[in-house]
């Protein structure tokens, strides 16, 4: 057999590709139709069995009910007796009984069908005096048997479910007559509001197709197809649903899947313009059928979705067979020209590796320049890091230095007591007046204690930090930067306000790099308010959240706006040439952040600056407190105003009193 030419079996490659390609996905298609659609019918009559099921036992439960009131020896005397007898009692009872087994009404009939007490006796609406002897459950329950009906109330206009039962006077006379009906309607709208699901709809239908009930207001008290004439009057004849229309919901039915399964459509309404899962099972007791209606969106997405799995799979397939045919031709191709390509190959191999002797000469190279410049970078650090410490520290001594007068005058007084009272030591010792000169010297000690005190405090301030942050006392921190200031705070007239809270706080920090953003805020305050009338500072702390806000007030001319977003820059400074460098609220702020708070500003209440410092508050305070809680004992709690003139007042110069004696 010859083989066929190359452009006929190309044409029939083309043709049998769509081909085939449309055999797959129409048989992909009818796959997952009917996988999906026995899935759904499944789930739909899972669904459909329990709330059937729950239908049937909420009517059921409230079956006893009109029985059990008919029994009642009072419902029984009061039809016996006259007419005339008060019926509120009997209405509040009925009442009673509804609100406890929670159904909608319940009223008693006469033997003619007229309402002689209902539960509703209170509303506008009340069934009492109302005539039922049309409806069958008035004809069964009078005829001596329990009734059953569902409808619309003439009254109410609600739909309802109804049992009634029939009311004896004698029991035990089996040719005795029912004197009344009692009745009870059991509302509907609960059950009706558990159905609510966007994937499903139920209708619960009676005998002559009527949609009593159903999961969406719009399909209820609609008929499945057209009523004829005579039907339709019997329904008027019973007054079952009133004056209701009773419009056709334009039901289309479609393919037949089993004997209560089929495929169907709206022509108009709720559900038109979508096809439905169609599932139907009766309910005996109640002479209804329930049908359940589940959209085919899952149906047509599970087809869409084979297609799309089946026309990819045949793809795959038509392109592994491609690549297959196109490696044959590639490897017949090669073939030819193996022998050249290897020539090649080699040629390039060699060309690659010198390439790579080259490339990992310069990697070399590049890397040992690379790592020099890392290990400059990390003196460099290094010296920073030095440099950095040498500057705080610096910064530290340059503000000794601006505290030196003061410290000076502080360190002559104490000096000059202690000469006087050894000079008088020793003329009362002359005099024999030993415990005279032994006062004097007890004034000596103090003294020179005084001044290592002070001298304590400058070792202390100008003294390197520590590594690692612990508990200090704010409160302390505060009073101890206030006794380096003694000198200029009497010399200024400065007012000192403590608003301090009750109980001692501690920040963690480092004492040390706290203690000298202190002093440095607080010199600066001092110095704004040189030019100002009634200077005051104000030292503040307060817990605010997890972390303790600390805040110096002045009430100098205070820092503009302008100037606010550059005072914290290196070499900042509002000062007259000579006075500063501008590196102390650089400083300041650098230790801050490093202790993991914040150092900020804004205007005080007073007109001038305020600082505001943010730091963790410690968890509680340290076995062993440091040096500046020690020295120094804590601040009154609350807010208090001290003078200056009254923090270190000069030594009692008692010399002339001791040499008077």
């Not at 007796?81 to 006469?110: A, E, K």
């Not at 020295?631 to 009193?657: E, F, L, R, Y």
Request: net charge negative; charged share 25%; glycine share 6%.
């Amino acid at each position: 057999m010859l083989p066929l030419p190359s452009h006929i079996t190309r044409a029939l490659l083309w043709l049998l590709i769509p081909a085939g390609l449309v055999l797959c996905l129409w048989q992909s298609a009818q796959l997952a139709r009917e996988t999906a659609l026995e899935s759904l019918q499944r789930d739909a009559r899972n669904e459909l069995r329990l709330s059937a099921a729950g239908l049937t036992g909420y009517l059921s439960r409230h079956e006893y009910l009109p029985e059990l009131l008919a029994s009642r020896e009072t419902v029984q005397r009061y039809l016996s007796g006259p007419r005339t007898q008060d019926t509120m009692p009997l209405n509040q009872l009925l009442d009673r009984f509804r609100r406890t087994t929670n159904v909608s009404d319940i009223y008693l009939l006469d033997n003619e069908g007229t309402t002689l007490a209902a539960s509703n006796w209170h509303r506008p609406d009340t069934f009492i005096g109302v005539n039922y002897s049309f409806r069958p459950y008035y004809r069964d329950a009078i005829n001596g048997r329990n009734g059953r009906f569902y409808g619309l109330g003439v009254v109410s206009q609600d739909r309802g479910y109804y049992f009634s039962a029939p009311v004896w006077a004698d029991d035990l006379n089996p040719d005795a007559s029912p004197v009344g009906v009692m009745v009870v309607k059991i509302p509907i709208n609960e059950i009706e509001a558990s159905w609510k699901n966007p994937d499903t709809e139920l209708l619960v239908v009676d005998h002559n197709d009527i949609v009593f009930m159903a999961s969406q207001h719009e399909l209820r008290l609609k008929a499945l197809h057209p009523l004829d004439e005579l039907r339709r009057q019997t329904l008027q004849d019973t007054r079952r649903y009133a004056d209701e229309p009773l419009e056709p919901m334009g039901l289309t039915e479609g393919e037949h899947l089993s004997d209560d399964t089929q495929l169907v459509g709206f022509d108009h309404g709720l559900l038109a313009g979508s096809m439905y899962l169609s599932l139907s099972q009766p309910l005996p007791q109640l002479g209804w059928s329930m049908h359940i209606l589940k959209p085919l969106t899952s149906v047509t997405e599970a087809q869409w979705l084979a297609m799309l799995l089946g026309g990819g799979l045949y793809g795959m397939l038509m392109l592994a067979g491609g690549i297959s045919w196109q490696r044959y031709r590639l490897r017949r191709e090669r073939e030819k020209f193996a022998d050249r390509e290897r020539a090649t190959l080699a040629r390039a191999r060699d060309e690659l590796e010198r390439n790579v002797a080259r490339r990992t000469q310069d990697l070399v190279a590049t890397n040992r320049l690379l790592s020099d410049e890392i290990e400059e970078r990390r003196r460099t650090e290094a010296t920073l890091r030095q440099t950095r410490d040498e500057l705080v520290q610096a910064a530290k001594l340059a503000v000794l230095g601006q505290l030196a007068a003061g410290i000076n005058h502080e360190l002559n007084q104490p000096l000059a007591a202690i000469r006087a009272y050894a000079e008088n030591a020793r003329i009362f010792l002359d005099r024999d007046k030993v415990d005279t000169a032994d006062a004097n010297l007890s004034q000596i000690v103090e003294l020179t204690k005084r001044m290592a005190d002070i001298s304590a405090q400058l070792r202390q301030f100008s003294r390197k930090s520590g590594d690692r942050p612990t508990a200090v006392s704010a409160p302390a921190c505060f009073d101890y930067a206030l006794r380096l200031f003694q000198t200029r705070l009497r010399e200024q007239h400065v007012n000192v306000a403590h608003d301090y809270p009750e109980d001692e706080l501690w920040v963690l920090a480092d004492l040390v790099r706290l203690e000298q953003v202190l002093v440095n805020l607080i010199g600066n305050a001092l110095q704004a308010m040189t030019e100002t009338d009634g200077p005051c500072l104000t030292l503040g702390i307060a817990r605010e959240g997890k972390q303790v806000r600390m805040w110096v007030d002045d009430n100098g001319p205070g820092i503009p706006e302008q100037q606010r977003q550059h005072i914290f820059e290196p070499f900042y400074t509002t000062k007259a040439p000579g006075s500063g460098l501008g590196l102390g609220l650089s400083i300041s702020a650098r230790i801050i952040d490093d202790l993991g708070g914040s150092l900020t500003v804004t205007t005080s209440p007073q007109g001038g600056a305020r600082f505001v410092i943010l730091l963790p508050e410690a968890g509680s305070a340290p076995a062993s407190r440091p040096h500046a809680s020690d020295s120094t004992a804590s601040p009154t709690a609350g807010s208090t105003t001290m003078n200056s003139t009254t923090m270190n007042s000069t030594p009692p110069n008692s010399t002339k009193g001791q040499l008077h004696e």
